[in-house]
């Protein structure tokens, strides 16, 4: 599991497919933009971004933020990343509260089918 808390950590997926770290990118300058370069991504308004890369980076996610990806998923919305080169990928927002959300970035294939069906 990769945790994004702001733009200035962008550097920690830079071997992933170029259209991912632009989708990360813009999420970030869009938190620290409107919640502030200073804040703490996990106390403070706001949120991160997060990729998952494999199974047990999902039930981690799942017991720090006690949500379901897998079974009944409410994300926000669903977005597609198509690279030119290399795997798809999903996006998915959740609110956890009423200004704090996470953005899921995790491969398409390993995309529970749940999310895919919102």
């Known amino acids: 599991m990769i945790k994004l808390l702001h733009v ?30 200073d804040r703490d991504s996990f106390t403070d308004l706001g949120g991160y971004v997060v990729i998952l890369e494999n199974l047990d980076d999902i039930q981690e996610l799942e017991a720090l933020h006690n949500i379901d990806l897998t079974k009944n998923p409410l994300p926000e919305f669903v977005d597609l990343i198509y690279p030119e080169k290399g795997p ?13 959300g996470i953005i899921i970035i995790l491969p398409y294939d390993m995309t529970p089918k749940e999310i895919l069906k919102k």
Do not use: C, M, N, P
Not at 88 to 100: C, E, G, N
């Open 8 to 37: 200035s950590d962008i550097s920690k997926i830079a071997h992933l497919e170029e259209e991912v770290q632009t989708y990360g990118l813009e999420a970030l300058t869009i938190l620290d933009e409107e919640y502030g370069t």
């Open 88 to 100: 798809r990928y999903t996006a998915s927002l959740y609110l956890l509260s009423s200004d704090y």
